[in-house]
Structure formats: structure tokens, C-alpha cells
């Protein structure tokens, strides 16, 4: 029998749906975006540029000049200071000049050598006239700070952060994006002035920024818009650091990296060339790093990159320790009692006093970064374990206190002082191994703090390796880097607090999770538990029978496993019905204690890929971070809770909202 009404003619060939790679149109249409991203992100990067060294110029070089003017008419007679020789024509900026006076003039390095016309720099002298040459040191970051709590006074947000940026594009929050002019003024007087952090956290939150933005003014798809603001991450770090396969790999590899498959690796490629191309054309095709060639003495030498790999790990967890109690609630409720110009002030008062003694803590330090990778060893051990310890302090109140910059610098630079103190170790200063010099070890301890600290060891790897372009140092690379990124998960939890800098509204969600006990997202129904012995036929037809995604596995009162619907299928297709539950385990299990709060649910439930994972009434003890396959211990089939999922804990947010 036929239905009535009008029958419906095909109206031609079906057209591409949003986001099917298949779509000639869509792909060219992102593509096209993508690179208006790359575009105007490798645009704001050379701006950022430029501004920050004017800044750093006037205030260390023009206000030195102002400041010692001054000083000269008030003492015509001043006693002739001993003199420090740089070249006539320094490549760097006054900082650099101010570096090496630090490096020669406290004894960290030996001074540097005689240029053909030498041109003097005083250090410090007796008297109010010598002290007032290291005046810049100390008020520098004293005006930056008041400069930059002033702006944020005035702005009240400088805009999103990435994963808020993320969250705008999925629909979870109100799409609020800005363009970064704000951000990266606040950034250049931060680091113009000396702040301990780095210039890559405001170049990719920039270039997120800019594809949010330029996704929402084009009308695009959620999906669409995630692809553009991974172009701009992308974009952001290849210009920054002038590394254009890093900067494609963080973009999938960061924390941010929930976006959809061959459409947007086709826009982050392109945004990456594009921000790359226009950085190389306005700044030169110069790496940042001038490093030396890897040193390779004996294949045997591997095993020693693992325990620099280790001890990477424990400064990688330091670094995001101090960080993420610099953005502690503690401590910001404290903070927010004074002006905002008041804390960013005091913040820079305490960066130059440390700056006094240790000067190499001012700003990015690259300069400081190239010294130790070409002096061979020639700093001093103590003097560096000194340096680690007053850089984490700087690197910690210059991001409590509000300077706006990222992470990624102070990391490349505790992991070149870690790596050379490791190298002096091992070698003739401590054990006497026949290894290769320090610089080697220090770029290899560079990649593995950033490995550690970022959560991305393949970006440390590709980042070192882009920079060397010396074949021979991967493999200690990806000995260093994996083992440190392992341990540092292990150690502080799947949840990556990031190094580009605070989210408040991230923090804030993450916050109200970790209020609410995992008990909220437990699921009504009994969770199927079926012995290991049981076919796999069997517990196909009872998953489908109680309506349920996975089940857990059985062996004498303890629970050993868990299979989903795919697992179970997979091996019946492979093995037959008849084979047994125990086979049909796939990975370890993954599990949470009671204890648990809603955010170690989403740390377990999103990088694993998981649905649900069962919660047992246990102390969680040593695991409390990642308590992800079986304990020693075992766990009882009696003391099971239930399954907690991620409708459990979307429904326990919702009451929360509702109530």
C-alpha cells in the first residue's frame, strides 16, 4: 500500500556534510581560514616581538642612561668602577649586556673576550654611585609590575585561556573570545621588564584567540571552530619559537587537543606554514637557540639519558607544583585583599631582588640559556643548583603576582642548568666517566622538563630536534623526554595544570568537580560482574540484556578487569563464542576509590577514552593521583560501589545547578 501526499523527487547529488573530509568545498573553506589564522597570528607574534624589545630597550637601556645622567651630575668625581668588556656591537638587547655582566661579574662565567674595540660596562662599585648601576635590575620589574596591574585594572580580562577557548567552541560556555592586543602589551611589559616566564604562553593563547574569534565572525561549526583554535595553538608556537612541527604536534598533543581528526590536521599544517612564513619574512629564518652540535662519545652512555630523564621528572614536578600554587585559591585569596597594581608591583620588587645576586633569572633568559650550552661546563656546580632554586622562586611569584607570559621558557631553562649539572656529574667535575661534555646533557635536559612540565613529550622532542637538526640526539631525546612526561603523569595525575599561564574560568569548573564526591556520578543500575571462566557469547547476551556498556571481570572474589561491548565483540569475531571473559581484557583497569572527586573522574574518564569506571570502597592511599590498574593489595569484588560514568556526572553537575 502506497502512502498518500506527494512523493519527494531526489533534488540532485547529496551534498557534503560539515566536516566530512570527502567535502571539497569544506575542506577548502577551512583551509582557506586556516590560513588567515596562521596569517594574523604570525602578524601579532612579530608585533610581539618588536614591542617587547622597545620595552626592554627603554627600560634598560634609555632609563639606564637617564638614570646614570643623573647620577654623573650629582658626583662629577666619582671613583672609576673596574670595567667589564662586551663587544662593540652586541647582538642582543641591553638585558644581554646585563647578563653577562652577572655571568662575569659574580663569578658564574668567566668574562667574556676581548673584542677588537672594546666598549666598557660597569658593574657595581662601592658608594651610592656604583649600587645605582644595578638600579635598573631592581626597578625595572617594580615598573613593569605597576604598568601591568594597571592594565589589568583597566581591562579586567585580557581574555580567554585555551581550555576556556575550547570550552566556548564546544558550546559549554558563552564564546567570549578577544583579539590579543591587550594580552600581548600586558605580556611585553611583563617580560620586557624581567618577569621570570616566557613569550610562547601569550603567542599561542593569541592564536587560539584569533581562530575562535575569526570562526565565530565566518559562521562555522562547533567542530570548525576547535580546528581553528588548534591552527592558532599551532600557528602561536611555530611562530614563537620558529618551529613549525613542534607547533603542529602541541596542537594535538596539549592538554587542548579534543578536536576532530583530517580536517584539522590539514588546518593546523596550513596555519602553521602560514605564521611560520610570515615570521621568517619580518624576523630572519635564526633559530632562537644557537646550539652546539650534540656530542655522541659512546652508545653507552643511553642508560645515563634515563636517569637525566628521572631527574627531570622531579624538576618538571617541582615547576607545576610551585606554579599551581602560585594560582592556589590560598594564595589568591590573600592576593586579592591589595590592588592589583600593589601585588604586580611587589611581585617585580621581589624578582629583582633575586635579580641582584642571580641576574640570569630576569626575563626569558635565552641569552643565559646559549652561555651554558657554550661554555662547556665552565659554571660552577654550586653555582648552579643556586640558580635552579632562585629561578623556581622567581618563575613562581612572577605568576602568582600577575605578570602575564608562559611556561614553556623557564622550563628550557631549569632543564639547561639541570642537564649541565647533571653532565659535570657525571664527567670530570664528579665521577670521572668518559661522557660527553655538559652542553650535550643540557639540551638534552632542556627537552625533558618541557617533556615533564607540558605534558608533551613528542613537542619537547621535535622542538630539539628542529633546533639541532643533528640526527644523533633523538634517541637520548626520547629516552629523556618519554620517561619524564611518564613519571611526572604518575607523580601530579593526568590533570594538566598547564604552563601558558592561569584559566580562571577552567579553574574555576575544575574547582566545583572537585567539590562534588564521585558517589554523585554513580550510576542506579548494579553493575554486571561475571567470573572469567564465563563465555564470551554468554556475557555478550547479558550486557545486552541489562542495557549496559561494560562489564567487570571475576576471579575468586577479585576483580581483575573490565570489558566493554567492543572488546567482547572483537574477540568473539576473532576466537568464537565460546572463548573465555578472561581473554576478552584489553587493558589495565582503571578505577577510582570512593574518596575520589568528580574531577579525578573526568582525569580518568577523558584521556582513556572510557565511558565508565568502577569505584571501589578502598583507601586510595599512595594513588591518589592515578589510581589506574590493580593495586598490590587487589580489589574485592565485595567492596565494589558501583560504575561511575560521564552521565553521572553531567546529572550531578546538573543538580548542582538546578539546586
Known amino acids: 500500500m502506497q502512502l498518500s501526499g506527494p512523493r519527494l523527487e531526489p533534488a540532485g547529488p547529496p551534498q557534503p556534510r560539515e566536516g566530512d573530509s570527502r567535502g571539497l568545498p569544506f575542506q577548502w573553506s577551512l583551509l582557506a581560514w586556516a590560513a588567515l589564522v596562521g596569517v594574523l597570528t604570525g602578524a601579532a607574534v612579530v608585533g610581539f616581538h618588536y614591542l617587547l624589545g622597545f620595552i626592554n630597550n627603554f627600560l634598560f637601556g634609555t632609563l639606564v642612561e637617564w638614570g646614570t645622567g643623573l647620577l654623573g651630575s650629582a658626583q662629577p668625581d666619582p671613583t672609576p668602577p673596574p670595567e667589564i668588556f662586551t663587544t662593540s656591537a652586541p647582538s642582543g638587547t641591553p638585558l644581554k649586556a646585563l647578563v653577562l655582566i652577572g655571568l662575569g661579574g659574580i663569578g658564574f662565567l668567566p668574562p667574556p673576550p676581548l673584542p677588537p674595540v672594546p666598549v666598557p660596562l660597569p658593574v657595581p662599585a662601592s658608594g651610592l654611585a656604583g649600587w645605582l648601576t644595578s638600579w635598573p635590575v631592581l626597578l625595572a620589574p ?17 581574555g580567554p585561556s585555551l581550555p576556556s577557548l575550547m570550552a566556548m567552541a564546544d558550546g559549554a560556555l558563552p564564546a567570549t573570545p578577544r583579539l590579543p592586543l591587550l594580552r600581548l602589551i600586558a605580556a611585553s611589559l611583563s617580560l620586557g621588564s624581567g618577569a621570570s616566564l616566557g613569550p610562547e604562553g601569550p603567542s599561542v593563547e593569541s592564536g587560539g584567540n584569533i581562530g575562535l574569534w575569526l570562526g565565530l565572525r565566518g559562521g562555522l561549526t562547533p567542530d570548525s571552530q576547535k580546528a581553528l583554535v588548534a591552527a592558532g595553538v599551532a600557528a602561536g608556537l611555530a611562530a614563537g619559537f620558529q618551529a613549525p612541527i613542534a607547533g603542529v604536534f602541541f596542537a594535538f598533543e596539549g592538554a587542548y587537543s579534543t578536536i576532530p581528526g583530517r580536517p584539522s590536521l590539514r588546518a593546523v599544517l596550513v596555519a602553521a606554514v602560514a605564521s611560520s612564513l610570515v615570521t621568517q619574512l619580518s624576523l630572519g629564518d635564526q633559530p632562537i637557540f644557537r646550539l652546539p652540535a ?77 652561555a651554558l650550552l657554550g661554555r662547556e661546563g665552565g659554571v660552577a656546580f654550586t653555582s648552579l643548583l643556586a640558580l635552579l632554586a632562585v629561578k623556581l622562586l622567581a618563575t613562581g ?5 600577575g605578570f602575564v607570559g608562559g611556561g614553556f621558557a ?57 633546533l639541532t637538526h643533528d640526527i ?59 567470573p572469567g571462566t564465563t563465555a564470551a557469547a554468554e556475557a555478550l547476551a547479558q550486557l545486552v540484556r541489562a542495557h549496559g556498556h561494560c562489564l567487570l571481570i571475576e576471579q575468586d572474589g577479585w576483580v581483575v578487569g573490565l570489558a566493554t561491548l567492543m572488546d567482547l565483540q572483537r574477540v568473539i569475531t576473532s576466537q568464537g563464542g565460546a572463548a573465555p571473559l ?3 581484557r584489553r587493558a589495565e583497569l582503571i578505577w577510582l576509590p570512593a574518596s575520589a572527586s568528580l574531577a579525578q ?16 570502597e578502598q583507601d586510595d592511599g599512595p594513588q591518589a593521583k592515578l589510581p589506574a590498574g590493580v593495586p598490590w593489595a587487589g580489589l574485592r569484588a565485595d567492596e565494589l560501589q558501583g560504575m561511575a560514568s560521564r552521565d553521572g556526572m553531567a546529572l550531578a553537575l546538573a543538580r548542582g545547578l538546578s539546586g
Open 142 to 158: 617594580v615598573l613593569g609590575g605597576l604598568c601591568v596591574g594597571l592594565l589589568r585594572q583597566l581591562a579586567r580580562d585580557l
Open 582 to 584: 578472561s581473554d576478552c
Open 397 to 401: 611569584l612572577s605568576n602568582a603576582s
Open 472 to 530: 644523533r640526539i633523538v634517541l637520548p631525546l626520547m629516552a629523556a623526554t618519554g620517561l619524564s612526561a611518564v613519571l611526572v603523569e604518575r607523580w601530579h595525575g593526568l590533570a594538566d595544570p598547564g604552563l601558558l599561564g592561569p584559566d580562571p574560568v577552567e579553574e574555576e569548573r575544575r574547582a566545583r568537580l572537585a567539590c562534588l564526591s564521585v558517589r554523585a556520578a554513580l550510576e542506579p543500575e548494579r553493575p554486571l560482574v561475571l
Open 294 to 370: 650534540y656530542e655522541v662519545r659512546s652508545p653507552l652512555e643511553l642508560p645515563l639519558y634515563l636517569g637525566l630523564g628521572v631527574v627531570a621528572s622531579l624538576m618538571s614536578w617541582a615547576l607545576v607544583s610551585i606554579l599551581a600554587a602560585g594560582r592556589s585559591a590560598a594564595v589568591q585569596r590573600r592576593v586579592e585583599r591589595l590592588p592589583a597594581v600593589l601585588v604586580n608591583a611587589l611581585g617585580g620588587l621581589g624578582v629583582g631582588v633575586m635579580a641582584l645576586g642571580f641576574p640570569q633569572v630576569l626575563g626569558v633568559g635565552y641569552d643565559t640559556i646559549e
Open 601 to 616: 573522574l573526568e582525569d580518568q574518564l577523558n584521556p582513556n577514552g572510557l565511558r565508565q569506571l568502577p569505584v571501589f
Open 410 to 466: 623557564p622550563a628550557l631553562f631549569l632543564g639547561a642548568v639541570l642537564g649541565n649539572c647533571y653532565g659535570q656529574l657525571l664527567g670530570e667535575s664528579g665521577f670521572g666517566l668518559p661522557v660527553a661534555e655538559p652542553p650535550a646533557y643540557a639540551m638534552v635536559g632542556m627537552a625533558a622538563v618541557l617533556a615533564g612540565s607540558a605534558r608533551a613529550p613528542l613537542t619537547a622532542l621535535l622542538l630539539l630536534f628542529e
